[in-house]
């Protein structure tokens, strides 16, 4: 199929049409060479041709723009300003290493958020940081500044501060932004596996050691996780050797701090019968009472009895009890939510996009309200 376009002239909606259509063909893999865009003026008794294929590019990269703000895919923003990466002709021949180093770590965010692949995300996110501010800074003469270069500020409006901060850079900055953007099943990830370390780190659980006076002597009946030299909350190594032993409950791909937070979350209902936080989309969570339940916590193998089992004592912080216990609680609901999206079926108790938005949103000002708290 070999298609000639002529953009010149006719009403304004002849025109948006033409748009139109020629981003259909392009949907759906129909390129036209950019030899065969013209603007033609007829001025008998000639005809004069013009190239018009810029006009073809400017709608390829913003296309390209709003798929990736909007989407989080980079697939039509690639194929505007990576020639050498793309079978099309009306690729942007005017970008340069920069912009290209810029796009490269913009695919690298765009498959993270694709394969819920937290370390490539944020691998991407700290590259794209670094190679934001290097462009037009080599050149700054308009023949060598791409369209890239010239709307820049929309790509860190698009990921925001805090996300392009790689010194401040939080892992509830990235769940909101992906939450924004609704990518769902990577923020859930992002919940599941990153939280609870940051749960430990910022002081949300406090761990210390409990005696008990026996025959005029004072016995330990549970210990701390954390290193008691160190003012941070810092996991012992005593703690750190027993629970990563052969015969261990905590799963050999699964992180002390995820097993700790775990196993304190399931404290925090009286029964897997019943919900750790009603999901609804209306449910105003930090209005929540706090479940109360044994701070002490029983680290045993229920198949593997010559585990030798130890007692933890693992609380809420007092300085924001209610909200951390909620917090928590929020924190096991999502990561079961996320268990059900990762497998096939038709869960009859899956709830909606619009419910689990809700409950992230949530999770983040909720997050940020313990925060102020800690810091009082």
């Known amino acids: 199929m070999d298609i000639h376009v002529d953009t010149h002239g006719g009403i304004r909606t002849d025109q948006e049409a033409l748009n139109s259509i020629l981003s259909l063909l392009q949907m759906e ?8 865009i013209h603007s033609i003026e007829y001025s008998r008794p000639r005809a004069v041709f013009t190239s018009a294929s810029e006009i073809f590019k400017i709608m390829n ?8 703000i909007y989407y989080g ?14 079978h099309s002709d009306t690729a942007l021949k005017s970008s340069n290493s920069d912009e290209q180093e810029v796009l490269a770590n913009m695919q690298t965010i765009a498959e993270g958020i694709q394969l819920c692949d937290v370390t490539k995300f944020e691998t991407g996110l700290k590259n794209l940081s670094d190679s934001l501010p290097k462009l037009g800074k080599q050149n700054n003469s308009l023949q060598n500044v791409g369209y890239l270069t010239m709307f820049q500020d929309l790509i860190r409006d698009s990921y925001g501060h805090s996300l392009l901060n790689n010194k401040d850079r939080r892992v509830i900055d990235e769940i909101r932004w992906c939450t924004e953007k609704g990518f769902i099943q990577q923020a859930l990830t992002l919940v599941e596996s990153k939280m609870p370390a940051v749960f430990l780190k910022n002081g949300f659980l406090i761990s210390e050691k409990q005696k008990e006076e026996k025959n005029g002597q004072k016995a330990v009946t549970a210990f701390s996780i954390f290193n008691s030299k160190s003012k941070d909350p810092v996991l012992s190594d005593d703690f750190l050797s027993y629970i990563t032993q052969k015969n261990s409950p905590k799963k050999g791909w699964e992180s002390a701090e995820n097993y700790i937070v775990q196993a304190v ?17 209306r449910t105003n969570y930090l209005a929540l009472e706090a479940y109360n339940s044994n701070p002490v916590i029983s680290v045993l193998n229920t198949k593997d009895n010559t585990f030798p089992v130890r007692k933890y004592y693992i ?16 924190h096991m609901q999502l990561k079961d939510e996320r268990n059900k999206t990762n497998h096939a079926g038709n869960d009859s108790n899956r709830h909606s996009i619009a419910v689990i938005c809700h409950a992230l949103e949530s999770y983040v000002q909720i997050y940020e309200a313990i925060e102020k708290d800690l810091k009082a």
């Open 61 to 68: 990269f913003v296309s390209g723009i709003h798929e990736c």
């Open 29 to 36: 893999g129909i390129t036209i060479p950019e030899k065969n």
């Open 73 to 86: 895919q980079t697939a039509s923003l690639k194929q505007a300003i990576a020639p050498e990466k793309s």
């Open 265 to 281: 979350g399931y404290t925090k209902r009286p029964s897997k019968k019943v919900p750790f936080v009603p999901l609804k989309e």
């Open 315 to 330: 609380a809420e912080n007092p300085k924001s009890y209610r909200k951390i216990n909620i917090l928590l609680r929020l």
